[in-house]
């Protein structure tokens, strides 16, 4: 091929640091995911939904050909996080937690992967965030180490 070319679909899903609900005032948050959704795009990721509730958000992304993905979801992170203390002086400790799972999606769990994003709020009203995380990974075939699954 004379250019390159990826189409590599991630779901990637982290917490707030000790999954405090930092992210209660809805309105926020919508601005947040918006803002998560450039700062992806702007990495060379294409956003294509991002969504969660309080204390979680979960990114659905076209992955950059060019940048490393420990290096983008380092930045998106930074980034975002730096934006919410910037916005909001009362978040002053507000962080993201230190790990993220990133998981695969083929071309044909795109539109159920947006979909669960975009039930997130009606999904946590029965289940927890360690829950879903726990499913999520039965789901990829990994087992969890409890041990070193929170932080």
């Given amino acids: ?10 779901h990637l899903v982290f917490s ?5 609900p930092f992210l209660a005032d809805k309105g926020m948050r919508a601005e ?6 450039g700062i ?7 956003s294509l939904i991002v969504g969660g509730t309080e ?27 730096s934006w919410v203390k910037e916005t909001d002086p ?24 947006r979909q669960y994003i975009v039930d997130q709020e009606a999904h946590h009203r029965k289940f927890s965030f360690q829950d879903e995380l726990r499913a999520i990974l039965r789901e990829h075939g990994v087992t969890p180490d409890e041990a ?3 932080d």
């Fill in 148 to 150: 070193h699954l929170w």
């Fill in 90 to 113: 009362r978040l002053a400790d507000f962080a993201w937690q230190a790990g993220y799972g990133a998981f695969s999606v083929g071309p044909g769990g795109i539109e159920r992967v």
């Fill in 1 to 10: 091929m004379s250019q390159s070319l990826a189409l590599l679909y991630v």
């Fill in 16 to 20: 707030t640091k000790g999954r405090k």
């Fill in 40 to 46: 992806a795009n702007h990495l060379g990721s294409q």
């Fill in 32 to 37: 947040l995911w918006s803002v998560i959704g």
């Fill in 55 to 81: 204390d979680h958000v979960h990114i659905l992304a076209r992955q950059s050909k060019t940048v490393a993905p420990a290096d983008w979801i380092r930045d998106l992170k930074s980034n975002s996080s």
